[in-house]
């Protein structure tokens, strides 16, 4: 669990399962070019009159994976908190996340939590539904991919339907643009019709077609009124209203034989990312069976294919589109490249092992990420504070402006003026001074405001016969012993047991945009005690958890242990899995 300041941390850890019903699966029949139905593996493209009206209106906040249609992480001013930044609340379920409006869905262990934004508190769950991914939320209903396609009314959590679309496996989580949900299956793309609730058209890749592979199961990208979906030697985009093909791009960026558009896995999901002008891509060209891949990040015109620019070797998983530079990430890292040359133009000061998201706001880089600990001196002052944690980046620069701790390597979600990082649990990360923090402390005002009455009241020479003082005074005196021997013993023991069990906010295991494998650190196991919790909790440094000085020690006797046992990776560094 996160260590933080107890006064200020509302802590939400019940979890109250709701039932719900599950209605009969409507997924009617469209006309196809093929004449089979809309569960036929044989078919090509299929279309059924849809609105001529393609314009996507985003739902504000963060409604998807990667905050937008395109899954592209930049944000408004507005999303973002001002430091110092301190740990609203914590919920101890994680999982990927989705947040409109006051709310917060979380996709864990199979089941949908939503969540009140402003405290962490459970609002509604679901039983096990086998849902895995990214929800998307579009008006008054949640979708969620998995093992099917499962639409939820976001007010109750009630279940409303739940579609196979004809495939036993992992449905990608779904994007969702103007009046459809995208996700791809069994190689298949899918366009469904969120409110008759029917596939409106789908697209299967076949051998008497030129793209005889299937489809990635990841996340798709939408912009410009196209929607772009990726195999291993295809990039295909398909018009928003009917599937049209708009087109094809078929010859992956690399310069030698294994060259191929990055496929999804456990440690990269490199899907496609897109605005209205361009979609970025990842290819690599190093083996199936590299440990780091090398590659390519490229920018195709979204209404022509046209290839615009390519990163310099080494990124292959793209991360954020701004009008001055594409990021994307490696094995290792994340980059800022020039929009029109390619030429890298930023980097993070610290030394990264692991960067699995990134959000970009008004003149910073916001991270999740791990650090290659072997990359740091112990002995110089440039450690950075925290071992895992979401780092704020000077965007111009790539010096660290914040940090705060978390307990595995943290996916992230930037809405509201708040970052969402999900670990082992979930946190709220928010500025000390917003609207937030101000609601929190009116709440506490009104709580104590009788008490306070009172003695105001009495203090202003309130009439009271003397039986009455003395018998207030004497109950006071009954109810306030002076002592606290519950939560304020003066002693603070925290135990690391050595062992790192990182669940990338995919319980299920897919690997469609979130990660979902667990990975096992070989961490030295160490135990601290603070002598005096309430007066390090006042002392604290303003925009990180109390917990700070524990985790940092426990990354310098790691660091120091690797680099006194050996041992490197690709990189350089020494890899801390083993």
Known sequence: MVEHDRRRVLKRTGLATVGATLAAASTSSASAETGTDTTGAST????????????????????????????????????????????????????????????????????????????GALEWATHNIGASGTPAVRGDTVLVGGERLTLIDAADGEI???HDLGYDGALASPV?????????????????????????????????TDEHEPLYEQPVAVGGGAVV?????????????DGTKRW???????????????????????????????????????????????GYTTLYDVETGERRVTSERSTFDPGAITDERFYALDSHNVRGYDRDSGEESWDPSSITYRVPSIAVGDGIVYAGLTLDGAGYDPDEDDVPEHYDGVYAFDADTGEI????????????ALANETVYASSETLVALRSENDDWHEEEADTADDEGGDESDDTTDEAAGEEESEDTTSEESETDTDNDTGTDTDADTGTDTDADTGTDNETENNSTGSADGNGGTNETADKSTESEADSNDNDNNKDGTPGFTAGAGVLGAGATLEWLRRRAGGGSNASGGTDRRE
């Open 401 to 412: 402006e914040w940090s705060v701790g978390t307990d595995g390597i943290p996916h992230i």
């Open 176 to 208: 969702v643009a103007g009046d459809y949900a995208f996700t791809v299956g069994d190689g298949t793309l899918f366009a469904f019709d969120i409110d008759p609730r029917e596939v409106a058209w789908e697209f299967t890749p076949t051998a008497d």
């Open 248 to 294: 094809r791009v078929d010859d992956p960026v690399g310069d030698d034989e294994y060259s191929r558009f990055m496929e999804p896995n456990p440690r990269q999901t490199s899907y496609p990312v897109a605005t209205d002008e361009v979609v970025a891509i990842g290819s690599v060209d190093t083996g199936d069976a590299s440990m780091w891949p090398l």
């Open 160 to 162: 409303c339907c739940q």
């Open 229 to 241: 979906a990726v195999s291993e030697s295809h990039a295909v985009a398909f018009e928003l209203e």
């Open 44 to 119: 090509t493209t299929t279309h059924s009159a849809v609105g001529a009206d393609t314009t996507v209106t985003e739902t504000a906040g963060w409604p998807s994976i990667g905050g937008t249609p395109g899954n592209n992480p930049v944000v408004e001013p507005a999303a973002e908190p001002e430091p110092p930044v301190y740990v609203a609340w914590e919920y101890e379920h994680a999982g990927p996340t989705a947040i409109v409006d006051d709310t917060v869905y979380l996709t864990t262990d199979g089941e949908v939590h939503a969540l009140d934004a402003a405290d």
